[in-house]
Nanobody, 130 residues
Framework: QVQLVESGGGLVQPGGSLRLSCAAS????????IGWFRQGPGKEREGVSC????????YYSDSVKGRFTISRDGAKNTVYLQMNSLKPEDTSIYYC???????????????????????WGKGTLVTVSS
């Protein structure tokens, strides 16, 4: 079976940090582009950060640029999202998704439904509150 499992969410104070993990099983992330998406209550889904099949290409939304960092560990078959300087507006369920194929990561992050992601995780909740 194929699974993408997010972890690392929780409650953090404004200005704090969290590192989210997206671990794949039954599926290799090697050669796949990976995206982190989020959706808060009553809000539209937003692509926050994506990384290409090779580590040299990344994308960040304007709302998280300079605060979040996406990375990949091939040996652990895991993609990470380091989240620093967290703000209350970052409160969301964060999902990871993977896609095989030639797709620019910016376009994939902006329009994941158009390109079609192969697999989605079930999400991990991040709550930023004092």
């Amino acid at each position: 079976q194929v699974q993408l499992v997010e972890s690392g969410g929780g409650l953090v104070q404004p200005g704090g940090s969290l590192r989210l993990s997206c671990a794949a099983s039954g599926y290799t992330l090697d050669g796949r582009a990976i995206g982190w998406f989020r959706q808060g209550p009553g809000k539209e889904r937003e692509g926050v950060s994506c990384i290409g099949s090779r580590n040299g290409t990344t994308y960040y939304s304007d709302s998280v640029k300079g605060r979040f960092t996406i990375s990949r560990d091939g040996a652990k078959n895991t993609v990470y999202l380091q989240m620093n300087s967290l703000k209350p507006e970052d409160t969301s369920i964060y999902y990871c998704a993977a896609r095989l194929g030639i797709t620019t990561v910016q376009a994939m992050c902006l329009k994941p439904d158009y390109y079609g992601m192969d697999y989605w995780g079930k999400g991990t909740l991040v709550t930023v509150s004092s």
